[in-house]
């Protein structure tokens, strides 16, 4: 919420350097020629109200060019003396020539007010309301005036007024829009981590997708060449590798409480439906496992009951310091240790033959924070 305000605040002090040139320019450059060259009733009013506007707007040179708000002390001080100094330019004119040349004050009042109080429109919009209703009831004072003056007085007074309010809307519309876009940039910056995340997610499911497929195209070519003999048990056996690798893989991308299980169970699934009676036992509650290791801790899994010719169990075991996945099932002893030679990082393999079964553990330790 702070660098949004920020970014308002680096508004209002833009348009204060715009709104501080403005002002110079229509006092210095626009002002002056009539208090020089116009008959006022009382002439030094007319120039010490010129110069207290002068001052008030040297003094905003020290402050604009910082790009802060004004001090409340400064904010308060030189708006009673815009006000003190629009009174006294006022009475100096005489009242049939209010809202004409020698009324120079009318207009200039509202941009020292603008350039005061950008920043605390209701204020403002109240200061310019008060200023305006004074100017009128001092110009209908001096008498119902002709349709001429009428209309030129109106004319004189919407086109300041208008100018000044655009102003207001212009500002409170940047404010608005730099606002939106600084939340778009910060919601944008939030989001980043997750989309590269999800990226990187993305590229690791096409990395294991294609080396899933590189394994199973080659197996179906052979069948399709006529290469590889469905009834053969070798072939049979890589079939059921290649069946449970995919189910597993398809597991990996399910949003579960427990993604272990979930894959496990897949791999489990996958076994049954070729007719291998599987045993399923878990103990523990489910821990948080990150995906490359719960690919390793199922590599024994997938590799035992792909092999299995009639019987497996399965189990999972889940501590607060390690987590093993364990398999026995009536398959030859060649499957096990190959794939305890493939297992790497921080699961730990272990492979053995009782009789006809193999036996296969796979452990991970957790790293206790």
Do not use: K
């Not at 006294?88 to 020539?97: G, K, L, T």
């Not at 189910?247 to 076994?271: I, S, Y």
């Not at 305890?340 to 033959?353: F, L």
């Amino acid at each position: 919420m702070s660098e949004r305000r920020a970014a308002a605040d680096h508004v209002h002090a833009t348009m204060r350097i715009v709104l501080l040139c403005a002002t110079a320019v229509l006092q210095f450059g626009l002002s002056l020629r009539p208090l020089l060259t116009e008959e006022y009733r009382h002439r030094w009013l007319a120039v010490a109200a010129f110069v207290a506007l002068a001052c008030v707007t040297a003094a905003a040179c020290a402050w604009v060019p910082r790009r802060r708000p004004f001090p409340m002390a400064f904010t308060v001080a030189g708006t009673a003396v815009v006000l003190a100094a629009s009174c006294c330019a006022m009475v100096a004119v005489e009242p049939d020539r209010r809202f004409q040349a020698p009324d120079w004050s009318f207009g200039l009042v509202g941009w020292h007010l603008l350039l005061l109080l950008l920043d605390r429109v209701r204020v403002l919009v109240t200061v310019l309301a008060a200023h305006l209703a004074t100017s009128v009831g001092l110009f209908l004072s001096a008498g119902v005036p002709d349709r001429a003056a009428l209309g030129a007085a109106g004319a004189a007074a919407f086109g300041a007024v208008n100018v000044q309010l655009a102003v207001v809307v212009i500002t409170r519309v940047l404010r608005r829009l730099t606002q939106e876009a600084w939340a778009v940039a910060e919601e944008r910056d939030r989001l980043l981590p997750r989309v590269l995340t999800a990226r990187r997610w993305e590229r690791g499911q096409r990395s294991d997708f294609a080396g899933q497929l590189g394994l199973t195209l080659p197996l179906l070519a052979g069948l399709a060449d006529g290469e590889l003999d469905p009834r053969d048990s070798e072939t049979q056996r890589r079939c059921a590798l290649a069946a449970t690798q995919l189910r597993r893989l398809f597991a990996e991308n399910d949003e579960v409480p427990d993604p272990l299980v979930h894959e496990v169970t897949a791999c489990v699934d996958a076994a049954e439906r070729r007719g291998v009676d599987v045993s399923f036992a878990v103990s523990g509650a489910a821990v948080p496992v990150p995906p490359r290791v719960r690919h390793e801790l199922t590599g024994p899994v997938v590799a035992a009951l792909s092999a299995a010719r009639g019987r497996a169990r399965v189990s999972v075991l889940r501590t607060d310091d390690e987590v093993r996945v364990a398999v026995v099932a009536d398959a030859d002893a060649d499957v096990g240790f190959g794939v305890g030679a493939a297992a790497a990082g921080a699961v730990e393999v272990e492979c053995g033959v009782f009789g006809e079964h193999l036996r296969m553990e796979a452990r991970w330790r957790r790293q206790r924070r």
